[in-house]
């Protein structure tokens, strides 16, 4: 908003101006007419104008200028994450930021939450950051994410995002190259890249116990059983995570 404010003085000598907010001087307004070209509602204030020569001076009347905040506008997204964006293996981990901004002054204070999102997700709430890392039970799964941002405003206003996250249905790990060789045990397992696995061992098919496990490996990874000689027999199997047993 432009604010401008004229007087008009005569006088032997021309007079000088001199305009005052609340008593102090404004800098560099000094002429007839006072202007804000963009006023705030800092600019907010009593003012006045001191005019002077060499015989005299003189104070203007008060005049009061009051800049009313701008209406609470909803904060909005920048760069809109696409719709349908996304698709990874189990156990991937994915990290996607939304971005906003809040036009209003003073600034606002944004607060971001998740209206839908699958289960082990998480968002940060004031960074926008949202993660996750599919579990094998959402293999195959199409993923429908909703990220509200609020603002602190009176009254609070919002705005949403939405993006679909297709996870990949998994493939059954292979076990390859076993192998008996002095004494000890080895194989080697070739599966989706983005899991954890581990591998179990058993004496009877029943009892199953965890020997080993790996976070996302690269694939294949082999492995050799360094218990092998304590046992007769042993069975051996792979299981695929997260989670794991």
Do not use: H
Not at 11 to 24: D, E, H, M, V
Not at 99 to 121: E, I, R, Y
């Amino acid at each position: 908003m432009l604010f401008r404010s004229t007087v008009s003085a005569t006088g032997i000598p021309a007079p000088a101006y001199q305009w005052l907010r609340s008593g102090t001087n404004v800098p560099s307004a000094t002429s007839a007419t006072l202007s804000i070209p963009s006023a705030q509602v800092a600019d907010s204030g009593f003012y006045s104008v001191l005019v002077s020569n060499s015989a005299s001076s003189i104070t203007s009347g008060v005049a009061t200028l009051t800049v009313n905040p701008p209406p609470n506008t909803p904060p909005v997204f920048v760069a809109p994450i696409p719709d349908a964006s996304f698709s990874i293996n189990v156990g991937v981990s994915l990290s996607v930021t939304s971005v906003a901004t809040d036009s209003d002054l003073p600034p606002q204070t944004l607060t971001f939450s998740l209206l839908s999102a699958p289960a082990s997700a998480t968002l940060d709430t004031s960074s926008g950051v949202f993660t996750w890392r599919p579990l094998v039970s959402q293999s195959g799964s199409s993923n429908f994410i909703t990220v509200v941002v609020t603002d602190n405003g009176t009254p609070n206003l919002s705005a949403t995002q939405s993006f679909s996250v297709i996870v990949n249905p998994l493939t059954q790990p292979d076990v390859t190259s076993p192998v008996w060789a002095g004494g000890q045990f080895s194989l080697a397992v070739n599966g989706q890249a983005g899991p954890d696995f581990a591998v179990q061992a058993s004496t009877n098919l029943v009892d199953w116990q965890t020997v080993f496990t790996t976070n996302s490996p690269v694939m294949p990874f082999e492995w050799a059983d360094p218990d092998t000689s304590t046992f007769p027999m042993r069975f051996y199997r792979i299981v695929v995570g997260p989670p794991l047993p």
